[in-house]
């Protein structure tokens, strides 16, 4: 079956700690993983995605096929990174699995 | 700032009634999906059109249906509406082609059922 997993519901960190958002995924084949956020009062918007290998605000993220997992990185949290995130994979076609995402919050 | 727009942003509706939500693509791109969140889960993929052709769909009952127009935008339609229907609806564009596709999503329409 086709899953993605994120077990953490909510993730709290002080500032200029380091981050990582746990997700793994369950899927025959190989599929194309995404990082999606959602800041408070804003639409759902791409991070990052794992075929382009870039860093976005500070995050990354590697595939690591053999653990089936696709955690999300930052070395030094930032107050403004306090947002909901997504992992997601997707397969054929451009249909999106969503995990069912965690609450990041940064405090000072 | 993506184009994506949806209507309308929140509504009630009656438990059986029939609600139709709108989405208008993002310029130049050829696919529109639906997402289903209800509160506290992550989107569920509803279905998928391209170029006016349902190309996908997840796990709902028919009574979710779809149009996608000539023009790009679309609709989704939920007929005999249940309680468990009250979500939030995203709309999602794309364009299926070379070079990969990113998935711009709209802000949403509320959706409660009373």
């Known amino acids: 079956a086709q899953r993605v997993t994120q077990p953490e519901k909510l993730l709290s960190v002080f500032k200029g700690a380091p981050v990582e958002l746990k997700c793994n995924y369950s899927?025959?084949?190989?599929?194309?993983l995404f990082w999606y956020v959602q800041y408070s009062r804003q639409r759902l918007q791409l991070l990052l995605r794992?075929?382009s290998r870039e860093s976005i605000k500070g995050f990354t993220a590697d595939l690591n096929k053999g653990e089936t997992s696709f955690h999300l990185k930052k070395p030094f949290a930032q107050e403004e990174d306090s947002a909901m995130y997504y992992c997601?994979?997707?397969?054929?076609?451009?249909?999106?699995?969503f995990g069912k995402g965690t609450t990041l919050s940064v405090s000072s | 700032e993506t184009g994506v727009t949806q209507s309308p942003t929140h509504l009630i509706k009656t438990r059986g009634q029939q609600v139709t939500l709108r989405c208008s693509s993002q310029?130049?791109?050829?696919?529109v999906s639906w997402y289903q969140q209800a509160l506290g889960q992550g989107p569920q993929f509803i279905f998928q059109?391209?170029?006016?052709?349902?190309?996908g769909r997840g796990n709902f009952p028919p009574r979710f249906s779809g149009l996608q127009f000539p023009n790009y935008s679309s609709e989704l339609n939920v007929n005999a509406l249940e309680l468990d229907d009250s979500a939030l609806y995203l709309c999602?564009?794309?364009?299926?082609?070379?070079?990969?596709?990113?998935?711009?999503f709209g802000e949403g329409s509320w959706l409660t059922v009373v």
């Open positions: 999602a564009s794309s364009f299926q082609g070379l070079g990969g596709n990113t998935i711009y």
């Open positions: 899927y025959s084949g190989s599929p194309e």
């Open positions: 794992h075929i």
């Open positions: 997601a994979l997707s397969g054929t076609g451009t249909a999106l699995i």
């Open positions: 310029s130049g791109h050829n696919t």
């Open positions: 059109y391209y170029r006016e052709e349902e190309n």
